[in-house]
């Protein structure tokens, strides 16, 4: 992970930089507001870690202009300012977070890797069924012993449909809409294919729609 921060102070700047660079980031500093533009002209960052006052433009003007220019990159603030007019703008201006000086730099860390966990789990959603996994927004199948497939985009749809409501019917004219054409016999096949491709149950109920049994 690719870390800018603006930190003027250069005792508080190279023992941040240093410590998070003994945990596994790559971290440039600049102190002052107009080197973060600079940077980032030419270098995409996942995290911006910003000081308020600084020289030149202060951390809050520097993050309202990223975020004007389209940046939308996560960011920080470090600051001794306490008041809750600054803290209640910088959260306004999008920051994930604000740290209020001092800080423990273990604190720190701790909100950045909560942050980007939940960043990770929000974006590799995956649903379980026995031993299998499966994630919804790629298809992927994760198989017991490894073997591992894509469903197809019809076949994942209606699977994520079965598998959120396991246990329970799913009406017809609900799965016929997944379908790239509304046709019973189209159905009926991928509900086949899926069975034998997954080893798994799915039970017709006549007139009224399918269920995956629960496991």
């Known amino acids: 992970m690719k870390i800018l921060l603006l930190e003027d102070d250069t005792v508080l700047g190279e023992s941040l930089q240093e410590f998070l660079e003994m945990e ?7 102190t002052r507001g107009e080197e973060v533009f600079d940077r980032t002209f030419d270098t995409s960052y996942d995290l911006y870690i910003l000081d308020i006052n600084v020289p030149d433009i202060n951390g809050l003007e520097v993050l309202k202009e990223l975020y004007e220019a389209e940046d939308r990159t996560p960011a920080i603030y470090i600051s001794a300012l306490t008041d809750i007019r600054t803290i209640t703008q910088g ?14 730099p273990e604190e720190l860390l701790l909100r950045i890797r909560r942050h980007f966990q939940q960043n990770v789990e929000s974006s590799t959603r995956i649903l379980r069924y026995g031993n299998l996994r499966f994630e919804p927004e790629s298809g992927k199948v994760q198989m017991e012993g490894g073997e591992s497939f894509y469903l197809g985009e019809v076949q994942g749809r209606i699977f994520q449909t079965l598998l959120e409501r396991e246990g329970q019917l799913v009406p017809t004219p609900e799965l016929l809409d997944l379908l ?13 294919k899926l069975k034998k491709r997954l080893g798994i149950t799915i039970s017709n109920v006549r007139g009224q729609g399918y269920l995956l049994e629960k496991v």
Do not use: C, Q
């Open 91 to 104: 959260f306004d201006l999008g920051a994930i977070d604000y740290l209020k000086k001092p800080f423990d």
């Open 180 to 192: 790239e054409r509304s046709n019973l016999n189209a159905l009926r096949v991928t509900m086949a």
């Open 24 to 30: 596994g980031f790559d971290v440039e500093r600049v």
